[in-house]
């Protein structure tokens, strides 16, 4: 029996979403609840992909199979129960025995949340503090060039990746309705390669800044070489807000 | 040389504002780093009001003295240079010797964040996650019978405290515009007891889910027993807003 979930995190205090030898994970705190529920079987899960250290998600996916059909809300709740409170497992529901987690997206939305006020340490792990006024416009208008199918290789870090074509297919920028200095970025793509997002809102901050131009996009994508693109911006303000695997 | 500065601290890992022998503490913090701006000398702040463990604050206000005239903006910037991210100073004025940061308070604001939807584990140590329906006439009855000058002792830890008289001048019940599940309490008074804004929310949580109607209010503040009033409102939802020194 295979199970989709959709869950959320704080990503904080981990050394991102996947399993490695050393640090705690949002994967391995999820099998960990899982091996106990499976009568002490190890239970792998299948995410939409990793999400790096320090990277929020609003509602991630992952599948994982059962030997057997167990009620999903049950398993939910009993999931719930037994997970750090920085998980929180939104929903459980079965699918074709064939779906797969990451082989099946359509799309993702990542969203970016900046603050061009004063500093403030209540939401420094899930705003970045940019602390500086950004030229919006120029910046939306830096977003817009991103937009379409590119080659990205100057927004990831060059090693075993061999495919840097991607498609953005939207993107906006938002001024939070209360707080004129709270701004998110949004993206929806087919895929990101790694780093893809923050290096372009990196980008778009040194455009905000005055430090490059909104057309300079088009001449940075054209470079193929990371070394053309703004910074990497923080994980703080990063959050994988959405997977859409329907037509 | 007097000084008044205003700062907001993020006080989920901290054991409260005030020092004490184990554990972080917000003023601890500050006072780390003002001694080594004055050239190590101890130097004590004199806060508005304590705040407990977990709770944090937006604008809370603290004296010091210092022999000497430093600019203020200077100070400012050197203090935040040096302190803990989870500490911000916001502003730093210089005031009258006689002014003193607890007994000249004239009111202070405290509100209180919660989440009446689905367990959010983003904000979990910022807004308190009820993930209850709450009926929010009901409470916002409640929080009317508790404005006025009342003897507060069904509120709060009796211990050495002798005093029990205090005022709510204001309060009210906000609905948040864009996610209608998170709600704001806010309580603007001329002095809290300890532990009295989480008891009042408690008990409006009580009110919220039914268990208690709006008119127990009248009978708990009557009773002036604690057992009569509602549980205490978890840490996190709690922000010291603001403090009043001005006529």
Redesign the interface.
Known sequence: MRYLMTF???GSKYQGYQKQPNGKTIQEEIEKSLFKIAGNTAITIHASGRTDAGV?A?NQKAHFDLDYKIEVDRLKHSL?SMIS????I?KIEIVENDFHARFDVISKEYIYKLNMG???????D?VFQCCEKLDINEMMRGLKYLEGTHDFRSFTKVDEEKDFERTIIRTNLLID??NKNLITFIFVGTGFLRYQVRNMVGTLIEIGKGKKKSTDIIDILEAKDRRKAGITAPSSGL?LNNVDYSK
């Open positions: 959320s995190y704080d929020h609003i719930n409170n920085d998980v929180y939104k004063e500093y403030n340490p209540i939401e420094k899930y309705s209360k959050y």
